[in-house]
């Protein structure tokens, strides 16, 4: 999915790889493409013009467009951006304070309904929940047939409908819900073709008669801007809660995924990934668009990334600038690289860097911990100017750490080695590259 979204959004970003500066025109034009990108993926025009404008307005400044590496920076931003619209953060799901908890699930035929509730129950039971599904199609047989079956393939109670009346329905099955324990009870309404007066009708007495504490429109994400204005309109109508989005397997194209929470204010709870029951999420914003983004969808990025951009590490970038980078500089970034994690990760992060992507690199977890220890035991003097450290000293460090003697050569012999070339990168304005080329040669 997102095949071409994500491969032209890494193409636009590419066009500044290893580049130092950028030009306003040049970012003016980068802008125009990104905005051509998303429309092409379908993305509805007021989603297209906030996120160029955003970006816009936080790349046109000098500390991005003369960052001596703005591909970072620009990713970073464009990155931030996307999980903004797409809703910032997880949004939990509603429990009764009481139980039953009650979901209506509402959406067109063939939106993926009836599968969502059975992975719905699937999925709460596995955390412990006894959910009940209820059929409320009381014009298909087949309907409430279907769901039965899945009822049964995931091990969960369901509610035989044992009569035509809506509202005598819904009263027998939170009855049978208090009696039995069920604490979850999920509705699965009829849906139609096309969204009409009766099916709205219908919907809206069902609601009133459930007073459910989530209200989820089943979307199909296939249908891009559609579901996008199906979505307006059940929302003004019925009043939702939220939204869930189905058949991301499948190839979307980005546009209801990205316009949906901007366009409506309801936030995306769970995505469809799969016609197997098990094939349901909850929606993260950040994964998602570390995914638009082609990033892979690593679990927590959002901390990997704001990592990638802390303080330190920009104090430092600084220093290699001007050339005073020390050993306590590179001790600090030993210790920002273990928190992100494996290098293979970090550099996934980068999506101008993809063709590192595949050499999986890992740092030795061993030799970094002797790294720091031989670091710490120098004095802040020692750190600033290694060239002072003499045998005598060497010696005592060594001890000091737990270490050789050689090995503390090693150690400073790397460190000049890096210092001299970080300084004439410096000088030809590092590119994120080139720093990526000499951490990766630092084992
Ligand atoms: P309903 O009419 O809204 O109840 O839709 P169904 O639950 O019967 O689903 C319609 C079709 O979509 C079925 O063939 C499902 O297997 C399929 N489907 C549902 N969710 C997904 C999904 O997340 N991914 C894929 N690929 N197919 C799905
Ligand atoms: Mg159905």
């Not at 890494?10 to 950028?22: D, T």
């Not at 109670?157 to 939170?174: K, M």
């Not at 060497?394 to 503390?408: D, E, L, P």
Request: aromatic share 4%; glycine share 8%; with cysteine.
């Amino acid at each position: 999915m997102w095949k071409g979204l994500t491969d032209r959004l890494s193409e636009l970003l590419g066009r500044f790889r290893g580049k130092g500066r950028i030009s306003q025109e040049e970012l003016d034009n980068w802008l125009r493409d990104v905005r051509r990108a998303l429309l092409e993926a379908d993305v509805s025009l007021s989603v297209c013009r906030h996120l160029v404008s955003q970006i816009g307005e936080r790349a046109r400044t000098p500390d991005v467009l003369e960052h001596p590496a703005p591909l970072r920076r620009l990713s970073q931003i464009l990155y931030e951006e996307l999980v903004r619209i797409l809703g910032e953060k997880v949004s939990p799901v509603t429990w009764a304070p009481r139980p039953p908890t009650i979901w209506l699930l509402m959406g067109l035929q063939g939106s993926g309904k009836t599968t969502t509730a059975g992975k719905l129950a699937s999925l709460y039971k596995k955390q412990g929940r006894k959910p009940l599904l209820v059929p409320a199609d009381l014009k298909r047989p087949a309907a409430s047939e279907q769901l039965r079956q899945i009822a049964e393939q995931v091990g969960v109670a369901f509610f035989p409908p044992d009569s035509q009346d809506l509202s005598r329905l819904c009263q027998r099955a939170l009855r049978d819900a208090q009696d039995q324990g069920w604490d979850l009870v999920i509705v699965d309404s009829a849906g139609r073709m096309h969204s009409d007066e009766a099916l709205m009708e219908e919907l809206a007495q069902l609601k009133r008669l459930l007073q459910p504490h989530e209200s989820l429109l089943v979307l199909d994400a296939t249908t891009g801007q559609d579901a996008v204005r199906l979505a307006e309109s059940f929302d003004s109508r019925i009043g939702l809660t939220g939204v869930i989005l189905t058949k991301l397997d499948s190839d979307a194209r980005g546009g209801a995924v990205l316009s949906v929470t901007f366009v409506t204010g309801k936030p995306v709870k769970f995505i469809g990934t799969g016609e197997h029951l098990q094939d349901i999420d909850l929606f993260h914003p950040d994964r998602m668009a570390a995914r638009i983004l082609g990033m892979g969808d690593v679990r927590g990025l959002l901390e990997r990334v704001e990592q990638i951009a802390s303080p330190e590490i920009e104090k430092i970038e600084r220093r290699l600038e001007k050339g005073t980078f020390g050993l306590d500089d590179l001790l600090v970034q030993l210790r920002e690289m273990r928190k992100i994690g494996p290098l293979d990760r970090l550099l996934s992060l980068l999506p101008g860097l993809g063709g590192f992507r595949s050499q999986s690199l890992t740092i030795d977890e061993k030799s970094l911990k002797r790294t720091e220890a031989i670091i710490l035991s120098m004095t802040p003097e020692e750190r600033r100017n290694p060239e002072i450290i003499s045998g005598s000293r060497k010696k005592r460090i060594a001890r000091g750490s737990g270490t050789t003697v050689q090995q503390v050569n090693e150690l400073l012999k790397h460190f000049k080695m890096m210092r001299d070339t970080m300084k004439r990168l410096a000088k030809a304005k590092v590119s994120d590259e080139a720093i990526v080329r000499l951490l990766t040669g630092m084992r």
